[in-house]
């Protein structure tokens, strides 16, 4: 399976972007899935996440202002983005599929870079 995100850009403070991820296979409906960031000289972060079962999570940082959702029949899942700070800047990753040994799920899009501007 492979993931593709797009849809990040340059954002002005208090804008809005949406992230996509599209899968080559139909596994959103099958199990977790998650997203990620990792900004200059820090490690990733978990951002959001739907559970396999359904429940939603999101970080202190981002609660209230991000959405995780998905789309099975397009195999697509997507991180609406509200209220942008400048701190969110960071190349976002998404992530589904199976839990794996390090605690990741297995599979990995390429990153997509949000920059919110001063």
């Known amino acids: 399976v492979q993931l593709q995100a797009c849809g990040g850009g340059f954002v002005q403070p208090g804008g809005s972007l949406r992230l996509s991820c599209a899968a080559s296979g139909s596994i959103f409906s099958r199990y977790g899935i998650g997203w990620y960031r990792q900004s200059p000289g820090k490690q990733r972060e978990w951002v959001a996440s739907i559970a396999a079962g359904g429940a939603s999570n999101y970080a202190d940082s981002v609660e209230g202002r991000f959405t995780i959702s998905r789309e099975y029949a397009k195999n697509t899942m997507y991180l609406q983005m509200e209220s942008l700070k400048p701190e969110d800047t960071a190349v976002y990753y998404c992530?589904?599929?199976?839990?794996?040994?390090?605690?990741?799920?297995?599979?990995w899009g390429q990153g997509t870079q949000v920059t919110g501007l001063q």
């Open positions: 992530n589904a599929g199976p839990v794996s040994r390090n605690g990741y799920r297995t599979y």
